[in-house]
């Protein structure tokens, strides 16, 4: 829906910033509008599709120009094709913004992925528990299920 829109501009170049910013717009319904550079464009979506979840997506390159070109699909659809295939020039977003009671949720896996990640790193399992949780906005339960989830499907 176009109908309420809210232009962000660039997002941080420091990908924490970035990640964090994005955070914030997690639940806003509104359609999200961004520049973004042809040099951090894969990153870009793929840090979206991780924080935002699976929202559909275009990518439009070179807009009222000789070669304009406008993609479509889901933000990781649109981070696969820009792997495979880089776009160059001024790029312009168009996010869809969460619906109703939608809020991007990482799947078990990522979820897991990042808590063993941190527990590797030092991090206590409590307190890695909480970080993913906060970070992704889902209850610390869901994070502890991950894990046990993975380990069981390890074995």
Same mark, same amino acid.
């Given at each position: ?47 979206? %599709? &991780?924080? @935002?979840?699976? *929202?559909?997506? !275009? =990518?439009?390159? /070179?807009?009222?120009?000789?070669? $304009?070109?406008?993609? #479509? ?6 981070a696969a094709g ?25 799947? %078990? &896996?990522? @979820?897991?992925? *990042?808590?063993? !990640? =941190?527990?590797? /790193?030092?991090?206590?399992?409590? $307190?890695?528990?909480? #970080? ?24």
């Amino acid at each position: 829906p176009t109908g309420r829109f809210t232009f962000e501009g660039f997002l941080p170049r420091k990908a924490g910033e970035r990640k964090r910013h994005l955070s914030w717009l997690v639940d806003d319904p509104r359609t999200l509008v961004f520049y973004a550079s042809p040099h951090r464009i894969e990153q870009t979506l793929a840090e979206m %599709a &991780e924080v @935002l979840g699976p *929202r559909r997506a !275009a =990518l439009a390159r /070179e807009l009222t120009k000789l070669h $304009e070109e406008i993609r #479509r699909g889901r933000l990781d659809e649109l981070a696969a094709g820009v792997r495979s295939d880089p776009p160059r020039g001024e790029i312009v977003l168009v996010v869809e913004g969460a619906i109703g009671e939608h809020r991007a949720e990482a799947p %078990a &896996e990522e @979820l897991a992925r *990042r808590a063993r !990640a =941190l527990m590797e /790193e030092g991090v206590e399992r409590r $307190e890695a528990l909480s #970080r993913v949780a906060k970070e992704t906005g889902v209850p610390r339960r869901r994070v502890f299920d991950a894990l046990l989830e993975d380990r069981n499907d390890s074995d």
